[in-house]
T-cell receptor, first 115, second 110 residues
Framework: DAGVIQSPRHEVTEMGQEVTLRCKPI?????LFWYRQTMMRGLELLIY????????DSGMPEDRFSAKMPNASFSTLKIQPSEPRDSAVYFC?????????????FGDGTRLSIL | DAKTTQPPSMDCAEGRAANLPCNHS???????VYWYRQIHSQGPQYIIH???NNETNEMASLIITEDRKSSTLILPHATLRDTAVYYC???????????FGKGTTLSVSS
């Protein structure tokens, strides 16, 4: 079975550029999560969706970050404009909400470097 | 969600059982205990979860004390590929976010 698919795997871009990260959750899952991992802060939640609706975006750093989930099989995380401090690994995860506490399954992440 | 406490690091010899402890003394009655691990540069990998009964799957066993204030993840025959950071997390339902602490870095050596 296909797991959570993220693209690109690596992204290197210059400060000020727009960055778009993509995620395809596991088919049938109705919850989707975006996490960010840095050495300083560890793994932290940015935002999550249930049934394509954003539920908690309190972890989104600032207005430069935005996330969308136009349908059940696709989500994007956009940073505009990007800054060097946004450099991190971004993970997407999905789960099946309301079904006997099914676990979250993570993608392989996008390693983002802002120069 | 309840907080958890884990030792920062542990060592284990290859082929031996690795027993990773976790304290969650403020856990509520409806909160599950989840274990994930993260192998360097990969996404976190789900291992096992439980509510109050002991659980076993193909990867590991989870032992939860009767008062549910602590648990132990057991890797019965550790291999070098089990070297990773192991996270113990409690939460009350699927579809809510995981809160990751610092976890336990398990080093398996030959």
């Amino acid at each position: 079975d296909a797991g959570v698919i993220q693209s690109p795997r690596h992204e290197v871009t210059e400060m000020g550029q727009e960055v778009t990260l993509r995620c395809k959750p596991i088919s049938g899952h109705n919850s989707l999560f975006w996490y960010r991992q840095t050495m300083m802060r560890g793994l932290e939640l940015l935002i999550y969706f249930n049934n394509n609706v954003p539920i908690d975006d309190s972890g989104m750093p600032e207005d430069r970050f935005s996330a969308k989930m136009p349908n059940a099989s696709f989500s994007t995380l956009k940073i505009q404009p990007s800054e060097p401090r946004d450099s991190a690994v971004y993970f997407c995860a999905s789960s099946l909400r309301g079904m006997s506490n099914q676990p979250q399954h993570f993608g392989d992440g996008t390693r983002l470097s802002i120069l | 969600d309840a907080k958890t406490t884990q030792p920062p690091s542990m060592d284990c010899a290859e082929g031996r059982a690795a027993n990773l402890p976790c304290n969650h003394s403020t856990i509520s009655g409806n909160e599950y205990v989840y274990w994930y691990r993260q192998i360097h540069s990969q996404g976190p990998q789900y291992i096992i979860h439980g509510l109050k009964n002991n659980e076993t799957n193909e990867m590991a066993s989870l032992i939860i004390t009767e008062d549910r204030k602590s648990s132990t993840l057991i890797l019965p025959h550790a291999t070098l590929r089990d070297t990773a950071v192991y996270y113990c997390i409690v939460l009350n339902q699927a579809g809510t976010a995981l809160i990751f602490g610092k976890g336990t870095t398990l080093s398996v050596s030959s």
